[in-house]
C-alpha cells in the first residue's frame, strides 16, 4: 500500500541506513531515488509541517518562480496541469505535495524535527545525530537542507527598536492586514521585486529601500490555453519536447554568463528598454538603471516590477538607511519616513549557512570550521574532505543563475543513490573524498570563475563569500555538471572496508 502521510506522532526509529535533513525538492528526490533503488531503511526530516522546503516556506504575496514551468519539475514526474508558463507558489507546493503523496515514501518522512547536530563516530563509523525529537544514527547522512532557507536580516541600527510589524519575505505574517497602511520594503531582489507589484496596489504608500538597481527583463508569462494543457497530457511525448526545448533555450544563454560578455550588453539594452517603456520621469529611470554587468547578480524577471514603481504611492529610495526610530526609516540625508509595517526582503545566509555549524567530521571540526580555514568548497558539490559518508544537495558550486536548480537537484541525487550502491556493492563502511581530489576540483571550478560575469561583472552579489570567491554556482552548462556526475567515482574517494569485508 502506498503510504500517504507520515505516521502521526511516531517516534525516530534509532538508527537507519541514510538519514535526509530537509523535505523540499532536494530532500523528497533523494528519497524517492533512495526508495526506487531499492532502499527502504531511511529516513527525511524536517522542521517544517510539510514538504516543500523554500516553497512551503515564501508565501508571500506575488511568490512565483522565475524558471519556466515546463523546467520546474522532476524529470520522473513531469506536471501536465501547470495553469501558466510560470508557475505560482501555490501551484509549485501542490505539485510537490502530489509527488511525496504519489511516490509512498511519506510513512519515512518526520515533520516538525529540528536537526540539531551530527558528529561522525569513527569507531562505529556512522553519523550520530541529535534532533529534537531525539537521537538517531545512520550510515549515510544526507543534507538537503537548502542554501536558501536562513533568512537574512539587515545590518540597520535600531531594528529592534522599531515598533511596528516587521517580518521576513520568507517568514510573512498572513495576520498583517497591510491595506491602507504605510509600509517599507528593503531590498530589490528576486522576492522584492515580486512584492512590491502585489502590494502596491492596497497599500496607502510603500517606500521601496533600493542598495543596487536590479537588471530586470521582462517576464512573458501567460496561462498555458486549453488546448496546450490537453496536448500535454495526451499527446506521448509532448511535454518531453517542450521541456527540452525550454532546457536548450536556457542553456543557450550559459556562453553570456561565463564567457561572452557582449551578449550580456545587448540584452542590457533591451532591459533598458525596459525601464524606459514604464517610467517617464527621468529622475526615476536613472534610479532603476543598474550599473554593473548584466548577469553579475541573478538576472531577474518581472513585467510588472518598473509599472509599480511609477505608481504614485510608491517611492524608490536610492539614499542609504541610517537608521530606524520607533515608527520610520530615517535616510543618511536625515530624511525620516513614518511606517505601519516593515517588510525585510533581504535575501538568504546563503554562503554561511548554519547547519554547517551543527556538522561535525572526523577530526571533531565543524563544516563551518573546515570552510571558514580552505573556504566554503566540495568535491562536485557533493562531499567534502574530513566528513565521511555526508552528501550535501546543492553543495558549493552547484547553484544556477540560468536555468532550474531541480535539474542540479537530480544530477546530485544520481551520484548519491550510486555512491550509496556502490558501498553496499563493495561493502565499505565510508567514503570521504581525498584533499587531493577536493583541491583539483575547486582549482578548475575556480579558474573557470575568473573569466565570468560573476567575477568581473562589477557587482557584489550572494553567490561571493566574505573573500570574493564565488562559492555558489556552477561556472559550465548543467549537462557537464550531470555527466560527470553521472555515477560515483570512488577512486577519488579514501574508502574503509565493513568489518567482514573482503
Ligand atoms: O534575496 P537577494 P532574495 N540594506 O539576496 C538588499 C532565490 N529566489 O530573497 O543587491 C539595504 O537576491 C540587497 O541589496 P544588494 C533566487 O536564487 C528565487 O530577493 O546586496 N538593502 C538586495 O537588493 C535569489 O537570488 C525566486 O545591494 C539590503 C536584496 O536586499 C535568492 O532567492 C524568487 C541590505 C536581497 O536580494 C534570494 O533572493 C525569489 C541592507 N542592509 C528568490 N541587505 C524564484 O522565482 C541586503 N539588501 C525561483
Redesign the pocket.
Known amino acids: 500500500m502506498i503510504a500517504q502521510q507520515p505516521p502521526a506522532g511516531a517516534a525516530l526509529p534509532e538508527r537507519v541506513a541514510v538519514l535526509i535533513v530537509g523535505a523540499g525538492f532536494g530532500g523528497l528526490a533523494a528519497a524517492i531515488k533512495l526508495a526506487g533503488s531499492g532502499e527502504q531503511d531511511f529516513l527525511c526530516i524536517d522542521r517544517g509541517a510539510e514538504v516543500g522546503g523554500?516553497w512551503r516556506d515564501?508565501t508571500y504575496p506575488g511568490?512565483?518562480?522565475?524558471?519556466p514551468s515546463q523546467l520546474?519539475s522532476f524529470s520522473f514526474a513531469l506536471n501536465p496541469d501547470w495553469s501558466r508558463s510560470?508557475s505560482t507558489q501555490p501551484e509549485i507546493q501542490g505539485y510537490l505535495r502530489r509527488v511525496a503523496r504519489d511516490s509512498g515514501v511519506l510513512d519515512r518522512f518526520r515533520f516538525g524535527v529540528e536537526f540539531e547536530g551530527a558528529s561522525w563516530d569513527a569507531d562505529a563509523e556512522l553519523w550520530r545525530v541529535e534532533t529534537s525529537a531525539g537521537p538517531v544514527t545512520a550510515r549515510l547522512l544526507v543534507s538537503a537542507a537548502g542554501?536558501?532557507s536562513e533568512?537574512?536580516?539587515?545590518?540597520?541600527a535600531g531594528l529592534a527598536a522599531f515598533e511596528g510589524a516587521v517580518f521576513h519575505?520568507?517568514q510573512w505574517d498572513h495576520g498583517q492586514d497591510l491595506t491602507g497602511k504605510r509600509v517599507a520594503v528593503?531590498?530589490?531582489?528576486?522576492?522584492?521585486?515580486?512584492i512590491v507589484p502585489a502590494i502596491a496596489g492596497r497599500v496607502a504608500r510603500l517606500d521601496v529601500?533600493?542598495?543596487?538597481a536590479?537588471w530586470v527583463l521582462p517576464r512573458h508569462d501567460r496561462a498555458y490555453r486549453r488546448l496546450e494543457k490537453l496536448a500535454m497530457r495526451r499527446i506521448p511525448g509532448y511535454q518531453r519536447v517542450l521541456r527540452s526545448l525550454v532546457y536548450l533555450a536556457r542553456e543557450a544563454t550559459v556562453p553570456m554568463f561565463i564567457a561572452t560578455p557582449w551578449i550580456g550588453s545587448l540584452v542590457s539594452r533591451s532591459a533598458t528598454r525596459n525601464i524606459d517603456r514604464a517610467i517617464c520621469d527621468p529622475v526615476l529611470r536613472a534610479k532603476a538603471q543598474p550599473h554593473f554587468a548584466l548577469g553579475c547578480?541573478?538576472v531577474?524577471?518581472s513585467s510588472d516590477w518598473y509599472p509599480a514603481l511609477a505608481r504614485d504611492n510608491v517611492e524608490l529610495i536610492t539614499e542609504?538607511?541610517s537608521h530606524l526610530t520607533p515608527d520610520a526609516i530615517v535616510t543618511a540625508d536625515g530624511t525620516a519616513r513614518q511606517i505601519d509595517v516593515l517588510i525585510?526582503?533581504?535575501?538568504?545566509q546563503?554562503t554561511e549557512q548554519p547547519i554547517a555549524e551543527r556538522i561535525k567530521g572526523r577530526t571533531g571540526q565543524t563544516l563551518a570550521q573546515a570552510w571558514s580555514e580552505r573556504g566554503v568548497q566540495g568535491y562536485k558539490g557533493a562531499t567534502v574532505h574530513g566528513f565521511p559518508n555526508l552528501f550535501l544537495v546543492i553543495g558549493p558550486n552547484t547553484?544556477l543563475?540560468h536555468s532550474s536548480?531541480v535539474y542540479m537537484i537530480e544530477s546530485q541525487v544520481a551520484y548519491l543513490v550510486d555512491a550509496w550502491r556502490q558501498l553496499r556493492r563493495f561493502r565499505l563502511a565510508s567514503v570521504e573524498p581525498t584533499a587531493a581530489a577536493e583541491a583539483a576540483w575547486n582549482a578548475d571550478v575556480q579558474r573557470r570563475m575568473r573569466r565570468t560575469v560573476w567575477s568581473t561583472g562589477g557587482?557584489?552579489?550572494?553567490y561571493l563569500d566574505a573573500h570574493g570567491r564565488n562559492v555558489a554556482l556552477w561556472p559550465r552548462p548543467t549537462y557537464t555538471f550531470r555527466r560527470l556526475t553521472a555515477s560515483f567515482d570512488l577512486d577519488a574517494y579514501a574508502s574503509t572496508p565493513s568489518d567482514g569485508a573482503a
Open positions: 523554500t515564501n511568490a512565483a518562480c522565475d524558471v520546474y510560470f542554501a536558501l533568512p537574512k536580516l539587515p545590518d540597520v519575505s520568507a528593503i531590498g530589490t531582489g528576486a522576492s522584492a521585486i515580486q529601500y533600493q542598495r543596487t536590479p547578480k541573478r531577474l524577471v542609504p538607511i525585510v526582503a533581504t535575501g538568504f546563503a547553484g543563475g536548480m557587482c557584489r552579489s550572494w
